[in-house]
């Protein structure tokens, strides 16, 4: 990772209930012998801190986070505001925050790329990854972004206040913040929603307790 990068803290989110996967964890499928969530773990090294909102993963590397959002299922913003929390009690802070699903194998490319946008623009506002096709066509992937943690509390306790967060979508906890889209291929931001997804990536299912999530403690909120 870039010396000359901000500090930045790391959001993963492992919890979605996987309706099209037959309801197998994305976080356990094996990709290349590693995990996705062991995958989304590398990505966000470097990170200060790094959380988890999901069920409960097993063992991980020392010092990583896990919480899970109430209600189970309420979503990407409500689990991004749950994970926020988690980082604040943990005295953790970091101006940035790296926001990833962990169902992107290939995330780590962009997240190199966001980061370096992060580090060219002086810390500056918020970048999230916009896969693009040879044409310049693409979407936006707004959990593949790294933002403004101060920005993206405020808008998530917005979001709270006034009855929005539980099944907000991340748009919505988005609309407020000033986000500057980042080309990246559009591999780096491929995610798994069914199997068909899984098999033209390789991916096979797994168990989310093998090596590559391996470690001698882990945090518990």
């Known amino acids: 990772m870039q010396d000359d990068v901000p500090a930045f803290d790391a959001l993963i989110l492992a919890g979605g209930r996987s309706s099209r996967l037959g309801g197998v964890p994305k976080q356990g499928l094996l990709f290349r012998g590693t995990t996705l969530l062991g995958r989304a773990l590398a990505a966000a090294e470097g990170a200060r801190a790094t959380v988890i909102v999901g069920p409960d993963p097993g063992p991980l590397p020392p010092g990583v986070l896990t919480c899970r959002e109430e209600p189970e299922f309420a979503g990407p913003a409500a689990a991004i505001a749950t994970g926020l929390d988690v980082l604040d009690r943990a005295g953790a802070g970091a101006p940035h925050t790296l926001v990833l699903a962990c169902d992107m194998p290939l995330v780590s490319g962009a997240v190199r790329t966001l980061l370096h ?105």
């Open 117 to 221: 946008e992060l580090s060219t623009g002086l810390g500056a506002g918020s970048y999230v990854a916009f896969a693009a096709d040879e044409n310049g066509a693409g979407r936006m992937q707004p959990l593949a972004g790294i933002y403004s943690t101060d920005m993206l509390k405020k808008s998530a306790r917005g979001m709270a206040a006034t009855g929005r967060l539980v099944d907000g979508s991340v748009r919505s906890l988005l609309a407020s913040l000033d986000v500057q889209l980042v080309a990246v291929p559009a591999a780096y931001t491929a995610d798994v929603d069914t199997w068909d997804d899984a098999a033209a990536l390789g991916i096979a299912a797994g168990s989310p307790d093998v090596e590559d999530v391996d470690g001698a403690g882990r945090g518990r909120s």
